[in-house]
């Protein structure tokens, strides 16, 4: 689920975007490990800022009969105590799908989450975290770095300040 407004972070591309890429992300998971991913537009519908323990709280008192889990990147999982609203509450009560980037923090070295799985992919996911991405304006610069359907839907719709090469 893309992030809506947030009291701890700025969002700075449509809703309808994030939707999408998250859609495309949630295909390559299902494709690769088998997941069942539902793309919720919970947050992106909200009109207060939000924050993710109290989604996650919305969540599990509409659908008390659906288990929700967080899928967070390697490099994210140390800030999530640290630095996310009520990161220490959403530490101990959430599940979290922890996906490893290589080049990034190796999940085996520390400290994780009590709820958590580990995805483990045959084709790695890349080595760029998504604000490194939002930089990139040369497409063949971002073709190599993330997701070709990403990179693809990126391009297609110039989003990111992303401007196509002629």
Do not use: C
Not at 11 to 26: D, K
Not at 79 to 93: A, D, H, N, P
């Amino acid at each position: 689920m893309p992030s809506g407004d947030r009291r701890d972070k700025t969002i700075e591309i449509n809703s309808e975007h994030r939707l999408e890429m998250a859609r495309i992300f949630a295909k390559k998971i299902q494709k690769d490990f088998g997941l069942k991913i539902v793309v919720s537009t919970h947050e992106v519908e909200k009109i207060n800022k939000t924050a993710t323990i109290e989604t996650l709280q919305e969540l599990s008192l509409m659908y008390p009969e659906h288990e929700f889990h967080l899928i967070v990147s390697s490099e994210l999982v140390p800030m999530i105590k640290k630095i996310w609203v009520r990161g220490e509450e959403l530490w101990t009560v959430a599940n979290f799908i922890l996906i490893e980037r290589p080049g990034s923090l190796k999940l085996n070295e520390i400290e994780l989450p009590p709820h958590s799985t580990i995805l483990i992919s045959a084709t790695p996911f890349p080595d760029i975290s998504s604000t490194q991405a939002r930089q990139i304006s040369d497409e063949k610069i971002l073709r190599d770095l993330v997701d070709a359907n990403i990179a693809e839907y990126i391009i297609k719709n110039k989003i990111y300040g992303f401007k196509e090469n002629k």
